[in-house]
């Protein structure tokens, strides 16, 4: 049984008091703070960079100190260079969409010499074939369950087979890789995610849109079981 891992993602936060909503959501019980930085370019909105990142850095952390990990999902083309000032800004995992990149693997390489864990991300429609080639290289898959760019769509049931087949994958490599669900992820639907094989949640507007964050976070892990 795997280690489930809740991954609230702020998009869906109050933007005038981020620093606040970042303690009261690790208050709440997650375990990651997803961050969600789109380009207008990439996806068709325009969210926060690395500044930002950095400036919710020292909120992120449990109240014994402990850091929790900022997984930082760019939306961005191209990748490289923002990916290093956000390694240089504190994100723990760096995760990009493969088509976002000219040089798939060079960008993964070089996330990881800033000494961040590196993710794919893959779009609704977008294959799994670039993982031949790299999933030894990566340490988290994300697949989205809805188009990015913005918080608070339906799930898409076609992601559950794409995580099933990114799960045989990662079980076929042998390796320790996360795989991370993104999109319309709420109480009533994490069960199946997880079903098909995923170990971590992302969820915006089904906790951030919640009156108690709490509740919402419990009520996500209690579905787990
Ligand atoms: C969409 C983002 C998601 C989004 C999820 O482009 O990548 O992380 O915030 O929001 P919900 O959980 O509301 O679908
Ligand atoms: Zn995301």
Redesign the pocket.
């Given at each position: 049984r795997p280690t489930y891992r809740i991954a609230p993602?702020i998009?869906?936060a109050d933007f005038a008091q981020l620093g606040a909503e970042v303690r009261h959501v690790i208050d709440a019980g997650a375990d990651w703070i997803?961050f969600?930085v789109?380009d207008n370019h990439y996806?068709p909105n325009l969210t926060f960079g690395p500044m930002i990142c950095k400036a919710l850095r020292p909120h992120a952390r449990l109240a014994d100190g402990t850091p929790v990990p900022i997984d930082v999902?760019l939306?961005i083309a191209p990748v490289d260079a923002l990916a290093a000032e956000f390694a240089d800004a504190g994100a723990d995992l760096i995760s990009f969409h493969p088509d976002a990149s000219g040089h798939v693997h060079r960008s993964i390489q070089a996330i990881k010499a800033k000494g961040c864990q590196a993710g794919l991300v893959f779009n609704p429609a977008a294959p799994l074939d670039v993982l031949d080639w790299v999933i030894d290289d990566i340490d988290l898959i994300l697949i989205?369950s809805?188009n990015?760019?913005?918080?608070?769509?339906a799930f898409i049931d076609s992601a559950l087979r794409k995580i099933e087949a990114a799960r045989r994958r990662i079980d076929a490599s042998g390796r320790d890789i996360r795989l991370e669900v993104?999109?319309?992820?709420k109480a009533g639907n994490i069960r199946l995610a997880a079903d098909a094989g995923a170990d971590t949640f992302?969820?915006?507007?089904?906790i951030f849109g919640a009156a108690d964050y709490h509740a919402a976070i419990a009520q996500m892990r209690a579905a787990l079981g």
């Open positions: 993602s998009l869906s997803h969600d789109m996806v999902h939306m989205m809805v990015p760019g913005f918080g608070g769509q993104d999109g319309g992820i992302v969820a915006g507007s089904a």
